[in-house]
């Protein structure tokens, strides 16, 4: 008897709630809407146009060139004639973009395209290129631009494994490797590597610092050493 007044009860508070249901406004579909914008910001314009904005010449509070900033970059591509390789459109390519910290200090590319590392007080990143040697320079900008489109977590890239690309300078000597670990991070020219031992140690194996600039001519890292194969030659030899 208690059972049947069970089974009696829940079919009325069932029903009761059918008919309060009915009052109840269907909820509008939900939408996730991240706080972060996921989108990629430079992907309409090319590799060029990016480097002439102001998230690329980062200067500190002080009017000092920011280690981030790739000022010195721009300036050596126009120094090398080389505004078209960043500016047109390709099948693909990854530009390691060499930030300020690339081109000051000993062993650095303000040293390896004028033979010294001093800078002159006041002197702007278009006056030291200009003072390069145009054949080393594009030389270095050559090395630093992969014919291939990698991303940081490209499903190419299995980690601990090292990876051949090929760069803008032919053959052999613009051959680069690319190394991905556990947490995604990438070097280039780790030892050990299937390159001749100049391109490893001695500050030549670096790990990309900023990861996946999306362009619509190609994908940008960023580096804070410039990295190479075989020795770079001396300038105006």
């Not at 995604?184 to 031992?197: E, G, M, T, Y």
């Amino acid at each position: 008897m208690k059972r049947i007044k069970a089974i009696k009860f829940c079919g009325t508070l069932l029903l009761m709630l059918a008919f309060i249901g009915c009052d109840i406004d269907l909820q509008e579909r939900f939408v996730f809407e991240p706080e972060v914008d996921l989108t990629d910001p430079y992907s309409e314009i090319t590799a060029w146009q990016f480097f002439n904005t102001s998230q690329a010449l980062k200067l500190n509070e002080d009017g000092t060139l920011n280690g981030d900033g790739l000022n010195y970059f721009k300036a050596a591509i126009e120094a090398a004639g080389m505004v078209d390789e960043y500016n047109t459109p390709n099948d693909g390519r990854t530009f390691l973009m060499l930030n300020n910290n690339a081109f000051e200090g000993n062993g650095d590319i303000i040293a390896l395209v004028t033979g010294s590392a001093d800078i002159e007080e006041g002197e702007t990143p278009s006056e030291v290129m200009a003072r390069a040697d145009i054949d080393v320079l594009r030389l270095i900008l050559q090395y630093h631009i992969i014919s291939t489109y990698i991303t940081q977590n490209d499903p190419l890239l299995v980690r601990d494994v090292n990876y051949e690309f090929q760069t803008l300078i032919p053959g052999e000597a613009g051959k680069i490797i690319l190394r991905r670990d556990s947490q995604l991070r990438i070097d280039v020219n780790r030892s050990p590597a299937p390159l001749p031992s100049t391109a490893t140690g001695g500050g030549n194996n670096e790990r990309l610092r900023n990861y996946n600039y999306v362009f619509n001519n190609g994908i940008g890292h960023s580096l804070s050493d410039p990295v190479r194969n075989q020795p770079y030659p001396s300038p105006n030899n």
